[in-house]
């Protein structure tokens, strides 16, 4: 037998997570699984890696993060079998990103904190809130603390700069109000011309040719808008310029934030001269 006693259990830890939901996890938790990948990516970087046993099949950073853990399907189709195999004591989720009806599935048994992201703010409170979730606080202040500086040191346009944000085809569907995406616009200096519509409004060529922005940003996600896409949108807005922009720096809302403000600064430059 073994001179040494057996650690003792983790304490509870009690937080009240995005949504507003009071949520008791055993700290620190030690099998995490994240079922969005912003936040997956997020756990790496704060070194918490060896403790994520569960990912969606979307979660492809950091490159090794589904060889790591087990894959439970994507982010709105569980495989509650799988879930139930890696007897999970944190499951870390979102409101949007996620479905209602599998998270409560899954909040009957077992801590389930989720995020609730529309604004850079919001975004860094959930860092935040996650490092002291996971035994991470210091490391996530820090990283949130570099952030926000970042996107403080982005200088204002010199002239407003009118952009649509397309994030699918067939139907057209763009970014609008009350969106991580539209608050990025924002904080990179362009207006939303759709910011009148809510969320993920489905535009026509109409409605687009209309609404006459300067700017055309077509994101690589969801749908994987592509150079042979241009001509498309420039026989509607033969005016304006189309850029294929990267949609991990525009819509995760985790540690990768850590790279968007040099993104928007070289993009800036490319539709506006001398910024």
């Known amino acids: 037998m073994s001179q040494f006693p057996p650690p003792p259990p983790a304490l509870p830890l009690t937080l009240t997570d995005q949504m507003g939901r009071r949520v008791v996890v055993p700290y620190p938790p030690q099998r995490i699984v994240s079922l969005v990948p912003s936040q997956t990516e997020l756990l790496h970087d704060l070194g918490l890696g060896k403790k994520v046993v ?12 589904r060889q790591q853990a087990t894959v439970i399907g994507g982010t709105k189709n569980f495989d509650f079998e799988k879930l139930t195999a890696l007897k999970p004591d944190l499951i870390i989720g979102n ?3 996620n479905y209602q009806e599998g998270i409560e599935q899954l909040a009957a048994l077992y801590p389930v904190w989720l995020s609730d992201i529309s604004t850079l ?7 935040r809130q ?8 210091a490391k996530a202040d820090q990283m949130a603390a570099a952030i ?9 346009l010199s002239e407003a700069v009118s952009a649509a944000y397309f994030i699918w085809r067939k139907p057209y569907m763009a970014a609008a109000a009350d969106t991580f995406i ?10 939303n011309v759709f910011a009148p519509q809510q969320r993920y409004p489905e535009i026509s060529a109409e409605q687009l040719a209309a609404a006459a922005p300067r700017v055309v940003l077509l994101s690589s996600e969801p749908y994987p808008f592509a150079d042979k ?3 498309e949108f420039l026989a509607i807005c033969p005016s304006a310029q189309i850029r294929i922009v990267d949609g991990e ?6 540690s990768r934030l850590q790279h968007s403000v040099a993104y928007f600064a070289a993009l800036r430059a490319t539709v506006v001269p001398k910024v």
Do not use: N
């Open 130 to 137: 996650v490092g002291v979730l996971v035994g991470a606080k």
């Open 148 to 156: 926000e500086h970042s996107f403080a040191q982005l200088s204002p």
């Open 249 to 254: 720096l525009f819509s995760w809302y985790g």
């Open 121 to 127: 703010t919001d975004a860094l409170r959930m860092i």
């Open 182 to 191: 539209d608050d990025m616009l924002t904080q990179a200096g362009f207006t």
């Open 95 to 97: 409101k949007e990103e």
């Open 229 to 231: 896409h241009i001509a």
């Open 54 to 65: 569960g990912v969606t099949k979307f979660c492809l950073h950091p490159a090794d993060a």
